[in-house]
DNA sequence: CCCTAACCTGTAATAATTACAATCATGAAA
DNA sequence: TTTCATGATTGTAATTATTACAGGTTAGGG
């Protein structure tokens, strides 16, 4: 088990205490979290920590692909701290945004009308089971 | 062929000499445009438009089915007249988005791990065949 | 032709994100 | 261990996308 220090480091990121309480939140918080919601939860144990410094880092953690990111709900974006591909689902009800485990579909290629791919997203968008009227579900 | 007009009124929607241009001009610009682009084009014929009526219209249009909206780049909405599903390719180089056509991926489905799928959107980002270095095309 | 609901416009408010300058901390080298 | 330069953090201000709202305008049924 690497520690988050050593991750950061393998990734050329110098360390620092927001850089590992931000790395620390993706992992434990897999409900891929927007720059705010991220900001809140770390306000309570590191009040001094800057907006800006979420973005940078997340930035960074992005570029150097510690993290991935998703804007499946069309007005911010949200963090992952799950690399590997895997597909989204959105409920247009409650605004959670799922893990879809069960697809095998293989929409991962190396390009499509001769575009060179380097990166697919799949979102699905719907009623997620718990707002699925009683009686209707599938 | 139908008229912009009578396409308005199928959907319930009343005519207006704004409407129909922007109708029009999503219907002859199939680039997925923002909504600054199609206020910056119309501005053009028509100065007194104001940006909250492309807004206001793009919004009645997508209630109404008459278009449907992509949101691959992250930071902006696009919009286009092609309501059937396809995917979609951005060029993390110049921006541009294209629609995929040879995708045949059985992704439309009613529903993912319990959930009720209403809409899916496939994206692909990568390198678009006229940013690619030459002789590495693919 | 009139009237009203619906539409259009401009301004102002909100929200997400980026720019920037000053301060501070990490970690390599002395 | 101390020093120090580079890079990180912070707060404020600017920018950009979008929404709210109020007042004037128009489509289209009667």
Redesign the interface.
Known sequence: MKSLQDRLKEKGLRSSYQRIKILEYLEKNRTHPTVDAIYEALKEKLPSISKTTIYNTLKSFLETGLIS?L?????E?MYDAETKPH?H?L??SCGTV?D????K???VR????????????????????KC?PEGR??
């Open positions: 990111d804007t499946i709900s069309g007005h974006v597909s689902f409920c247009k799922l879809v485990v069960d697809i579909c293989p929409h190396k390009e499509v009308d001769g575009n060179k791919v380097e990166e697919v997203h799949l979102y699905f968008k719907g009623l997620c089971k699925l579900k599938q």
